[in-house]
């Protein structure tokens, strides 16, 4: 099987020859860093707000792929103001039971524009989390 | 096989609900970004002396999985003085023999409190590496 | 099979002792967060220049593992000034064709020496792209 591109209806794709939202090989999904932004708009005037717009970016994907949120392994978060970090602990918990993702968060100096407070990427085993 | 979590004695664990800090699944253990930091406890006072404490948070981990560090194949390093880079690889150099893991370390602008100086993630496939 | 090491004679390996620039297990490919560093010169004084130094190092590890940049699933990039992102797009497009790869682009506060403008790592499964 060769590696597959996997699109959901509910996340903006990039333009052509940017990146993939998600791509999936031997039933591992990576999930790009995706931002709470969709076109020129960001939703979210906060971390909270943003995350979970994230999340369900994500979800939305794994979903797509034949996954589920259960199936992710590992996230990294990055963050333009650290001190809000149990704003995306908040929505993580809202996409999240029993046991969490292995999860790496620290600040970065900018991320891709000033409105951006968080993105996210994510490791998923297809299948493999509990149901 | 689903996602399995694996828990250290000698690593404490995050309250509910935050982050696991490794699961395990398809043979390969991802481990969260680790610190110096247990309670509200940050040890050492460089970043050799952090990294020594995460790489050994690292092995605990691994180990438990029922593995061992040679079988680390990447870790990612945060720092938030690049300039001190060499003080991460000392280190590194007394958990690591033969071929070391891929790499990467960056600064970034802030980790999860000012006394945290380093932070590491690990991927390592159980298994193996060279016994 | 264990863990294997890959080196290109293109890629300039680093000292003993610090990381290995590819390593390979399960058909998996990681490749640590690569420079246009060769020793102690950088190649490519902007964004573009240098991303291509990079691209072309990751090539070359990637075809001494066997594989191809079809491959590559994950790419994680550093930037120092995130406004030229778009400049890393320009190299990124003269390396993939078709479904690019996942991809995470932030902006850190410092790289290894402070004429490096870039870092990208990268994780392939071998064999698994388009031919």
Known sequence: MTIRRVISPAVAEPPPERWSNCLVVDGVAYVSGMTARSGTTVSGNDEYEQAKVIFGK????????????????????????IANNTKVW??????????????????????????????????????????
Chains 1, 2, 3 share one sequence.
């Open 58 to 81: 994500i979800k939305s994907l794994l979903e797509a792929a034949g996954g589920a949120m259960s199936d992710v392994v590992k996230i990294t978060v990055f963050v333009t103001e």
């Open 90 to 131: 908040a929505a993580r918990r809202e996409f999240f039971t029993g046991d969490f993702p292995a999860s790496t968060l620290v600040e970065v100096s900018a991320l891709a524009a000033p409105e951006i407070l968080v993105e996210i990427e994510a490791v998923a085993h297809l299948g493999k989390g509990k149901r």
